[in-house]
């Protein structure tokens, strides 16, 4: 898989891992995409409380977690590991 780079890179993803019910449900620029938003800080569809524990989580080197939406309307996650050894793409029943 290849992701186009950006920009904006706020934090390192690690090893990009991505569940096989998302490879089979969403398209590949939906991901690249969604990535991309990721690692720029657009955490995408969360709430504002969601919103302020990210932009801690930056900070304090935790944990980092993302929604999103493909243009169908299947939501999906990306969450980075705290130590940012990787990034897992996942379906919330992947969870």
């Not at 950006?6 to 998302?22: A, D």
């Amino acid at each position: 898989m290849s992701v186009k780079s950006v920009p904006s890179t706020k934090f390192q993803l690690g090893n990009i891992i991505i569940t096989p019910k998302v490879l089979l449900s969403i398209p590949q620029s939906d991901i690249n995409s969604g990535i991309n938003r990721h690692r720029s800080g657009d955490w995408g569809d969360i709430d504002n409380l969601d919103y302020k524990e990210n932009e801690l989580s930056l900070e304090k080197n935790l944990r980092l977690w993302s929604v999103y939406y493909t243009a169908l309307g299947t939501r999906f996650w990306i969450i980075t590991e705290a130590d940012r050894s990787r990034t897992m793409v996942l379906l919330p029943e992947d969870y």
